[in-house]
């Protein structure tokens, strides 16, 4: 496609339930990376994919947070026994390679979460 | 700790107006410092990108400024326009891991 989609735009669920956000990154880009951002915060970094594997997992904050990119191209984060704390709004973005990316990445819109 | 400062939180001009945004950061050893434009409920949009040997680079009216001596960065806005109004994000990558140090943004509002 032409740009990050994120789907869906927003979920609202209850505290406990699981959650699966979904990023479809631009064709041919190799590198997929989630961030989440809390209200007037910059984006935190949480995973980084190069291909199918992860690369960089450092940011998940716990082990109710996993994430998996199949086939190397589109992406699905999962939160188990979400939390109130979770709520934010995650952030994809992908580029052509990695890390090193001069051009920068381009971002999905985001999906916002909130737990009630 | 490895840090990226933003002042101001927020600023609100007239249309029209110029406007300097920085940015200081202790990201050390540094790879290069990004400035993003992010809109209410969109993702940050890529503005600059400077690495250690780049004084300064422009986007339109965009015109971002690096001092690696220093550690800091200023991206100056003219002739604002109501499009601009949006918050604005320094990014420092760390050259030892590439990952992305993100500042808290300036919270920028053109008013008419």
């Known amino acids: 496609g032409a740009g990050v989609s994120q789907t869906p735009s927003n979920k609202v669920t209850e505290k406990g339930k699981y959650v699966e956000l979904r990023c479809d990154p631009i064709?041919?880009?190799?590198?997929l990376y989630w961030y989440r951002q809390s209200l007037g915060q910059g984006p935190e970094f949480l995973i980084y994919?190069?291909?199918?594997?992860?690369?960089?997992d450092s940011g998940l904050p716990n082990d109710r947070f996993f994430a998996v990119r199949p086939e190397g191209s589109v992406s699905t984060l999962k939160i188990q026994r979400t939390e109130r704390g979770d709520s934010a709004v995650y952030l994809c973005?992908?580029?052509?390679?990695?890390?090193?990316?001069?051009?920068?990445?381009?971002f999905g819109s985001g999906t916002r979460l909130t737990v009630v | 700790k490895n840090q990226v400062e933003q002042s101001p939180q927020s600023l609100i001009i007239l249309e029209g107006k110029n406007c300097t945004l920085q940015c200081n950061y202790t990201v050390s050893p540094f790879s290069n410092l990004r400035w993003y434009k992010q809109d209410t409920g969109r993702g940050p949009v890529s503005l600059t990108i400077m690495t250690f040997s780049e004084n300064t680079k422009s986007n339109g009216r965009y015109t971002a400024t690096l001092d690696a001596d220093t550690k800091q960065s200023s991206l100056h806005i003219t002739a604002s326009q109501l499009s601009d109004s949006a918050s604005y994000i320094c990014v420092v990558s760390a050259a030892s891991n590439y990952q992305l140090i993100w500042g808290a943004g300036t919270k920028l509002i053109i008013k008419p």
């Open positions: 994919f190069q291909g199918t594997g992860a690369a960089d």
């Open positions: 973005a992908s580029s052509p390679q990695g890390y090193t990316d001069s051009y920068g990445y381009t």
């Open positions: 064709s041919g880009h190799t590198a």
